[in-house]
T-cell receptor, first 111, second 114 residues
Framework: DAGITQSPRHKVTETGTPVTLRCHQTENHRYMYWYRQDPGHGLRLIHYSYGVKDTDKGEVSDGYSVSRSKTEDFLLTLESATSSQTSVYFC??????????FGQGTRLTVV | AQSVSQHNHHVILSEAASLELGCNYSYGGTVNLFWYVQYPGQHLQLLLKYFSGDPLVKGIKGFEAEFIKSKFSFNLRKPSVQWSDTAEYFCAVNAMDSSYKLIFGSGTRLLVRP
């Protein structure tokens, strides 16, 4: 498996609190992605990065922000968590044209 | 903007039946196409990919897909499914023109009955 780790793997948080999920890679891939997976919706792109400090919005970016200050790390922040953001979050990395490799996922519950 | 449609949301087959899952994409430029599989409780894994050349591509575990440019389609096929193929299947597309923004379809849940 590609060297990609997500942390934490599970988190329960309260409505209104900020939450940060971390994606760390050891593959030096340029592109990094954050998705959320919900039943019936597949994987929906939240934000992605095409280089250090280069990020762009995906399909469901409202309520989320990202930062990439170095190649290895891509952080996803829920600015004020809501129950609708309860989901499984996946990070992925790629070289662009090539296939993406996925992390193990983070299960987030907002209560 | 890119988009991907998977029309079959749930498919139930018996072992040894043939499989075809539909995937259509919307994008005006040159695309790269992928099929991923997600087994229960696991993350996504690549089944096969198409970049250019022969429109019929073969992947792992006996899967293949055909790119039909005129139909904007990239359907997944397998001649004879096994119980172990029970999983969720996702079609995805990216393009250099959009900084390799990788967009997925909503997925197809396949249940193979022994």
């Amino acid at each position: 498996d590609a060297g990609i780790t997500q942390s934490p793997r599970h988190k329960v948080t309260e409505t209104g609190t900020p939450v940060t999920l971390r994606c760390h890679q050891t593959e030096n891939h340029r592109y990094m992605y954050w998705y959320r997976q919900d039943p019936g919706h597949g994987l929906r792109l939240i934000h992605y990065s095409y280089g250090v400090k280069d990020t762009d919005k995906g399909e469901v970016s409202d309520g989320y922000s990202v930062s990439r200050s170095k190649t290895e790390d891509f952080l996803l922040t829920l600015e004020s968590a809501t129950s609708s953001q309860t989901s499984v979050y996946f990070c992925a990395i790629s070289r662009g044209r090539e296939e993406a490799f996925f992390g193990q996922g983070t299960r987030l519950t907002v209560v | 903007a890119q988009s991907v449609s998977q029309h079959n949301h749930h498919v139930i087959l018996s072992e040894a039946a043939s499989l075809e899952l539909g995937c259509n994409y919307s994008y005006g430029g040159t695309v790269n196409l992928f099929w991923y599989v997600q087994y229960p409780g696991q993350h996504l894994q690549l089944l096969l990919k198409y970049f250019s050349g022969d429109p019929l591509v073969k992947g792992i575990k006996g899967f293949e897909a055909e790119f039909i440019k005129s139909k904007f389609s990239f359907n997944l096929r397998k001649p004879s499914v096994q119980w172990s193929d029970t999983a969720e299947y996702f079609c995805a597309v990216n393009a250099m023109d959009s900084s390799y923004k990788l967009i997925f379809g909503s997925g197809t849940r396949l249940l193979v009955r022994p």
